[in-house]
C-alpha cells in the first residue's frame, strides 16, 4: 500500500516563509550570490535555501553564481 500525502494543511504549517524570503531575493537578483548578500546572509546559507525550496515545489527558477 503506497504512503498516504500528510493533508495540504500540515503540509502547508511545515514550510519555512523564510524560503518566499529568499525566493524574492533570488528572483529580483538573478544571482545566488547577490541575493544572498541582498538579505545579509553567506551565499552557501543561500544555497541550502535554493536547494530546501527545491524540495518543496520540485524546481525554481535557475540563478546563476557570481564568479569573482
Known amino acids: 500500500m503506497p504512503a498516504k500525502n500528510p493533508p495540504l494543511e500540515t503540509r502547508l504549517a511545515a514550510i519555512d516563509l523564510n524560503l518566499f524570503v529568499a ?33 518543496l515545489f520540485g524546481r525554481v527558477p535557475s540563478v546563476g553564481v557570481a564568479r569573482r
Not at 27 to 51: D, F, H
Request: net charge positive; aromatic share 0%; hydrophobic share 45%.
Open 23 to 55: 525566493l524574492e531575493a533570488l528572483l529580483a537578483c538573478q544571482n545566488v550570490s547577490r541575493a544572498a548578500q541582498r538579505l545579509g546572509i553567506t551565499q552557501p546559507a543561500m544555497s541550502r535555501s535554493l536547494a530546501r525550496l527545491r524540495e
